[in-house]
């Protein structure tokens, strides 16, 4: 109980009872006399523009009061009084809002969608989304409940989402396909499957996933398969099977390298060698064509020459013979002078040889070979 003076600034209230226990209300600002009263200062509550107030009374109603707004908590009349901030939309957003019916009770569900601030009633409340989500300590893992948010992100005009057939289309994606990945790698053993895992990326191994998708308003357009895990010791195994086999492939490629480089080589050699002997023979043909062309012109030559020896000898023969017959022309005059003269040609000529100086007979027996004689 307090006795004396109390003072309330602006903006502030205060709860004060009174000896019979009878409340009232005191508004500041101003300054109060209490005598053997109970004075206990009121909290204050305010909301802005984007948030808004929640006010639950000692009979269990519920008001919900949008900002800007300022409230006291009257202990008298209220149980709680909490500020929650609105709920901002963009245009891509949406919130799945449940109101129920004041009188009947029914509970009914539509969207709100964005942009806009929403502030729900005091009979309205969102749903919260809690799906599968990635495990923050393994990133290739897909845990329950690691996603939980109300606001869901949409494509303009292409939302479409059916809350009545899932929960959680994560968990229904996730569940799909593990059953047609089952479906698809039981039908083949480890190292078919590790052959034929690239056709994981086609649409069509996936009949379950697209089948739920099409029932709760999902579209699947491309599933891209990114690897798996198998079982520790297998996953040894194959990991040491596939460095033998890269091992070998290495050392296979590296050979097929090597005798590639040789065939190469021998090819560019053989190449070389034809290029050589042929460019040898073009240089011997031209060696051979200007012997030939040499010897043809020093054969044109040789027989110009002999041509130009004959004609010269020719030449000197008739020459000869012209002189020769203009001897004979002279001689054969000379002597029909002398016959006209009356004399005795034989002797003439006789005369005009002198004797020999040597007379060779040869004389033969009857039926002896013939002997020809001829003077050099």
Known sequence: MTVGWRTLDAREQALIYDLQGRARIEEGPQRLFLWREKF????????????YLVVKTRDGSIDNKPGPCVMFFNPVEHDRITVH????????????????????????????????????????????????????????????GAMRFSKLQVIPDQF?????????????????????????????TYMEFIEKAGDLNNLSNYSQLMERCKAIGYTISKVVFRGYFAWDKLQQLHDSAIEQRTKLKIAYETEEQNQL??????????????????????????KQGLEK????????????E?????????????????????SDKETLKHYWNLKDLRVDITEFIVSQNPRPNKIIRVSAAENAANLHLHQS
């Not at 062309?293 to 110009?304: A, C, R």
């Open 40 to 51: 206990i200062p009121l909290k204050r509550f305010s909301a802005n523009q984007n948030e």
């Open 85 to 144: 901030s609105a709920e901002s939309l963009d245009a891509n957003e949406v919130l799945v809002v449940y109101r129920q019916h004041p009188t009947t009770k029914e509970v009914t569900r539509h969207l709100q969608y964005g942009p806009t601030l929403f502030i729900p009633q005091a009979n309205e409340w969102l749903h919260e989304f809690n799906w599968h989500g990635t495990d923050p300590e393994n990133k290739t893992r897909k845990i329950p």
């Open 160 to 188: 479409y989402y059916n809350l009545g057939a899932t929960q959680d289309p994560i968990a229904d994606f996730i569940n799909c396909l593990c059953a047609d990945v089952v479906a698809f790698a039981s039908k083949l």
């Open 261 to 286: 480089l040789i065939d190469t080589e021998l090819k560019s050699e053989l190449e070389r060698t034809t290029v050589e002997q042929s460019m040898e023979l073009e240089n011997l043909k031209h």
């Open 293 to 304: 062309s040499q010897l043809e012109h020093k054969l044109n030559l040789s027989l110009k």
């Open 306 to 326: 002999q041509e130009e020896k004959v004609k010269q000898m020719m030449k000197e023969h008739q020459a000869k013979l012209e002189a020769r017959k203009a």
